[in-house]
């Protein structure tokens, strides 16, 4: 299918992960699913405006979200999925492009500040307990996770 016969969304999320002595913490957003989806924690970020570059709307998004100001680190991958129906909000087939940064909390507190939009909280989850809900966790989360851990076992 030609690019122009399609819809593409430009979306960055931030890996945040604060390694403690009880085990890694992940910051994620709880995206309550905006009527067209199932809600589940994902990771914080969403779609870059026209006129922003990828990080600069991560910056902003992070900070709607969780109510932290962010360092922005390397992408470290990008991430498609499609849909050739489209959404009840996108009817024609659709394309999400969604780059992955490392990032770090720079300033802040959690707390959401976006109001009435597609995240209700943020909350440092332990990494370990992501998978003992299935649907709960978003895509985007497990595919962040796992190049997180092929990193770390390539380094160590």
């Given at each position: 299918m030609h690019f122009s016969e399609y819809q593409m969304r430009l979306a960055a999320y931030a890996l945040i992960v604060d390694e403690r002595p009880d085990g890694d913490h992940v910051l994620l957003a709880w995206w309550n699913g905006e009527?067209?989806?199932?809600?589940g924690w994902t990771l914080p970020g969403g779609g870059v405006e026209f006129e922003e570059q990828p990080a600069e709307g991560l910056v902003r998004e992070v900070k709607e979200e969780t109510g932290y100001d962010v360092e922005v680190g390397d992408p470290f991958t990008v991430h498609t999925w499609s849909n050739p129906h489209g959404r009840p909000d996108r009817p024609l087939p659709f394309k999400a492009v969604r780059v992955l940064y490392d990032?770090?909390?720079?300033?802040?507190?959690?707390?959401?500040?976006?109001?009435?939009?597609?995240?209700?909280?943020?909350a440092w989850v332990p990494v370990a307990t992501l998978d003992d809900e299935p649907g709960q966790t978003t895509q985007v989360v497990h595919v962040a996770l796992e190049h997180r851990r092929r990193r770390r076992g390539s380094s160590g």
């Open positions: 009527g067209v989806g199932t809600p990032a770090r909390i720079v300033g802040g507190e959690l707390g959401t500040l976006e109001v009435g939009g597609s995240t209700d909280r943020a």
